[in-house]
């Protein structure tokens, strides 16, 4: 038998070592694999029984109802034109569907519903948990890797829990009772981590409170319940009634890419902006270099349009205001309800100075700005974005908004 010296095994060492850093590596997901929710993550919000709303709720994607009738459908103002598959409503940026409108939406949300059935089923069904019973239920406070987690009882959430993992990690959280987050807590996201790869399967009610903020696919086999100025990034799918005060709901993914709005008239003529070219889709067809020489082009085109209306000049009387306001904070990224630093003062100090008052006195007026983003907030920009066109008008301060406020200082 030939015998190997001690080069030969260093060698082969070596060239293995080439080899596998020379090899593609895919992305690791941690946790579960993600539960399909099939058309049912077509919708915002789905129910079978009722979706109901008081006060000034923004909505951003499509919801829907069966088999219940639209007449199920309250507080929303629905427009239903004649022979119309969808109504419409100012509170919802998207469209709304029952299965009493023209073809083909009776059919599509009977496969809707059925896919939220199964995909309930299917989160329900998954075993081998990573935790059982963790914290007897009270996971507030945690910090919770991707995984699968389970209860036979309810879980709350008194005070901020954070999910921590990447982009493409998966939590799933079966819980055999209720889910009750406290007012004003929030469920974190870190380290990259999606709303969209989070579900939260709830045998019992599910119940976010005041002002709180969650993150997430509800998968509810009762009903869901948002309290007065509540933020749900993610889906609120029940198999009988969601009930809204008040509240923000977000579609995930609908927050990064939003549709732009053309650039309000200015005083003066100003020079032609390029015109945008079209986007290719950024599904996995799209290569890398494609996304990157669109990222590369819009960069470009909005410091072209900086530089153009920047170059008009200030009308704004408050522009001292506004400039001590921006020396302090950058606005570079997304805000919103339960979001708290010194940008959100600056947000606060333009809002107010431009007429969008935060509040008339007291906590939020000119001069008492603070540093966290609460439900006057959030009205007093929804109706700044409303008055420039910027659509939705929900209140949420992320892409498009920014690079208005850099353009408009």
């Given at each position: 038998?030939?015998?190997?010296?001690?080069n030969?095994?260093?060698?082969?060492?070596v060239?293995?070592?080439?080899?596998?850093?020379?090899?593609?590596?895919?992305?690791?997901?941690?946790?579960?694999?993600?539960?399909?929710?099939?058309?049912?993550?077509n919708?915002v919000?789905?129910?079978k029984?009722?979706?109901?709303t008081?006060?000034?709720?923004?909505?951003?994607?499509?919801?829907?109802?069966s088999?219940a009738?639209?007449?199920?459908i309250t507080?929303f103002?629905?427009?239903?034109?004649a022979y119309?598959a969808?109504?419409?409503?100012?509170?919802?940026?998207?469209?709304?569907y029952a299965?009493?409108?023209?073809?083909?939406t009776?059919?599509?949300?009977?496969?809707a519903v059925?896919?939220m059935?199964?995909?309930y089923?299917?989160?329900a069904?998954?075993?081998?948990p990573t935790?059982?019973?963790?914290?007897?239920?009270n996971?507030g406070?945690m910090?919770?890797?991707?995984g699968?987690y389970?209860?036979s009882?309810?879980?709350?959430?008194?005070?901020?829990?954070?999910?921590?993992?990447?982009?493409n990690d998966?939590?799933?959280f079966?819980?055999?009772?209720?889910?009750?987050?406290?007012?004003?807590?929030?469920?974190i996201?870190?380290g990259?981590?999606k709303?969209?790869n989070?579900?939260?399967?709830?045998?019992g009610?599910?119940?976010?409170?005041?002002?709180a903020?969650?993150n997430?696919?509800?998968?509810?086999?009762?009903?869901?319940?948002?309290?007065?100025g509540?933020t749900l990034?993610?889906?609120a799918?029940?198999?009988?009634a969601?009930?809204?005060?008040?509240n923000t709901?977000?579609?995930?993914?609908?927050?990064?890419?939003?549709a732009v709005?053309?650039?309000?008239?200015?005083?003066?003529?100003?020079p032609?902006?390029?015109a945008?070219?079209?986007?290719p889709?950024?599904g996995n067809?799209?290569?890398t270099?494609d996304?990157?020489?669109?990222?590369?082009?819009?960069?470009?085109?909005?410091?072209?349009l900086?530089?153009?209306?920047?170059?008009?000049?200030?009308?704004?009387?408050n522009?001292?205001?506004?400039?001590?306001a921006n020396?302090?904070?950058?606005?570079?990224?997304?805000?919103?309800?339960?979001?708290?630093?010194n940008?959100?003062k600056?947000l606060?100090?333009?809002l107010?100075a431009?007429?969008?008052?935060?509040?008339?006195s007291?906590v939020?007026?000119?001069?008492?700005e603070?540093?966290?983003?609460?439900?006057?907030?959030?009205?007093?920009?929804?109706?700044f974005?409303?008055?420039?066109g910027?659509?939705?008008?929900?209140g949420?301060?992320?892409?498009?908004?920014?690079?208005?406020?850099s353009?408009?200082q």
């Amino acid at each position: 038998m030939k015998k190997f010296n001690k080069n030969s095994i260093i060698s082969i060492f070596v060239v293995s070592l080439l080899l596998v850093l020379a090899t593609p590596i895919a992305a690791q997901v941690a946790g579960p694999a993600a539960v399909n929710l099939g058309s049912a993550g077509n919708f915002v919000i789905l129910s079978k029984t009722g979706i109901s709303t008081t006060g000034s709720t923004s909505i951003v994607g499509d919801i829907g109802i069966s088999p219940a009738a639209a007449t199920y459908i309250t507080g929303f103002g629905l427009s239903l034109p004649a022979y119309g598959a969808f109504s419409t409503s100012s509170l919802v940026s998207g469209k709304v569907y029952a299965p009493g409108y023209a073809d083909p939406t009776p059919a599509n949300l009977t496969t809707a519903v059925s896919d939220m059935e199964i995909a309930y089923t299917d989160a329900a069904g998954r075993t081998n948990p990573t935790a059982t019973e963790l914290g007897a239920g009270n996971i507030g406070g945690m910090t919770l890797a991707p995984g699968l987690y389970k209860w036979s009882t309810g879980v709350t959430i008194p005070t901020d829990v954070t999910l921590s993992g990447s982009a493409n990690d998966v939590w799933i959280f079966q819980i055999a009772q209720n889910l009750d987050i406290s007012s004003a807590a929030k469920v974190i996201l870190s380290g990259g981590a999606k709303a969209g790869n989070i579900f939260w399967q709830v045998a019992g009610q599910t119940v976010i409170g005041t002002t709180a903020v969650f993150n997430g696919n509800i998968l509810d086999q009762t009903a869901i319940v948002l309290n007065t100025g509540a933020t749900l990034n993610g889906r609120a799918l029940a198999q009988t009634a969601v009930t809204l005060d008040s509240n923000t709901v977000i579609m995930p993914g609908n927050t990064a890419t939003p549709a732009v709005p053309a650039t309000p008239a200015v005083s003066t003529v100003s020079p032609a902006v390029p015109a945008t070219s079209a986007i290719p889709a950024t599904g996995n067809s799209a290569s890398t270099s494609d996304r990157a020489g669109l990222i590369a082009q819009t960069s470009s085109q909005i410091s072209t349009l900086q530089g153009q209306i920047k170059a008009q000049g200030s009308a704004n009387p408050n522009a001292n205001a506004v400039a001590n306001a921006n020396a302090n904070a950058s606005f570079n990224r997304n805000l919103t309800v339960g979001t708290t630093g010194n940008d959100v003062k600056a947000l606060q100090v333009w809002l107010n100075a431009h007429g969008y008052a935060v509040a008339s006195s007291g906590v939020g007026s000119s001069g008492n700005e603070t540093t966290t983003f609460g439900g006057l907030t959030r009205k007093a920009l929804a109706k700044f974005q409303a008055k420039v066109g910027i659509s939705p008008a929900a209140g949420y301060f992320g892409a498009i908004t920014r690079t208005y406020l850099s353009t408009h200082q």
